[in-house]
Structure formats: C-alpha cells, structure tokens
C-alpha cells in the first residue's frame, strides 16, 4: 500500500485484538493485488434497540488507481455480526471479491457467457414431428419436435428463427432445447 492503512472507530473501544485482525486482512488484500494505493476501515456499532446483543459494521475502502471500492454492510443484515472478527472478516470477504473483480476488470478478463446459437428452420415434417435448422455456417442439424421448448413446434415453419444447445446424436449433429427466437425469415423477390 502506497498510504499506511487507516483505522477508526465509532461506538467501539479501540483494541490491538481487533486492529491486528484488521491488518492481518488488509496485507491479504494488498498481496492479492499490489497496486493498492490506499485502505481507510471504521468499525462501528451503531446505537439501535435491538432485543439481542449489538451488532458491529465494518466499512472498508480500498483505493486502486482510478476508483474507490467500498464495502459498506447494514449491521441489522446479519446477526452473526453481534462478534466484531466476524463482521471484521465478512467486511473484508467482501472487499477480496470487489478487488478480484476489479484485477479481472483491468486485465481484460471478464465473465462472458456465450450466446446459444442462432439458425433458421430450413425443413419441417410436421407429421413425422422433425425437421432441420440451417446453422449460420451452413450445416444442418436435425431436430425433434420434444426438443421444441413451451411445445411450439406446431408454429414452426421453414425459415423461422431458433435459438438451440447442439449435441451429438447417433447419426450426427442434433439439436435440444430448441426456442423460437424469431419470425419465419422470408427472401423478398425481385
């Protein structure tokens, strides 16, 4: 860390117990990730009425280049909070997962989920309940009628859109879990 880290308190007598906690956490945080520039924490335990023992909120900003994380829980969100060091190690949880997803954020590394893919309905056999879907690289995947999601196939028609999750079948390329995802795609004549 670039600045020392910096600790308050409001409500709670101070103690080296609960600072050395809070240290031993932030130095895990500044390992994951180096270019912390700075950690400001205030433990509190605010006066409320409550019918069991107080409960303790921990804030804590972490400061990286370009951004604050902050990780700021309502003490009445969990009453395994009455303990400080369990507040004290939830608060900074909740600090390591903002910090990873900002070092994934920066690297360029994010979740994606791939969209199931996409292809018309090329050929229909309604009496057979089959048919095909014409991939967008041109293939042809065989479909039945139980793979057609909310019992649609009945509205199916050559050239309308799907969405589908492909497998392989005995004889080839098949598809399962098939939803319509458009109108019939119709080629507009000259």
Not at 70 to 94: G, K, M
Not at 106 to 124: F, L, S
């Amino acid at each position: 860390m670039q600045e020392p880290l910096q600790i308050s308190y409001r409500e709670v007598t101070p103690s080296p117990a609960i600072e050395d906690a809070i240290r031993e956490r932030a130095g895990k945080l500044d390992e994951l990730y180096g270019r912390i520039t700075g950690c400001r924490v205030l433990v509190e335990s605010p006066h409320r009425h409550h019918h069991q023992g107080r409960l303790f909120h921990v804030r804590v900003e972490v400061a990286v280049p370009g951004r604050v994380l902050v990780v700021n829980r309502e003490p009445q969100d969990n009453h395994a909070h009455e303990d400080v060091y369990v507040a004290i190690r939830d608060a900074f949880n909740a600090a390591k997962r903002q910090l990873e997803e900002h070092v994934r954020e920066t690297r360029g590394v994010t979740k994606q989920h791939d969209d199931p893919p996409t292809g018309r309905v090329a050929r229909i056999f309604p009496d057979d309940g089959y048919g095909f879907i014409e991939t967008s690289d041109g293939r042809e995947v065989y479909f039945h009628a139980n793979s057609v999601v909310d019992q649609t196939f009945e509205r199916l028609e050559v050239g309308t859109v799907v969405r589908f999750a492909e497998e392989q079948g005995e004889q080839g390329p098949q598809a399962s879990s098939v939803h319509i995802a458009g109108r019939p795609y119709t080629q507009k004549r000259r």
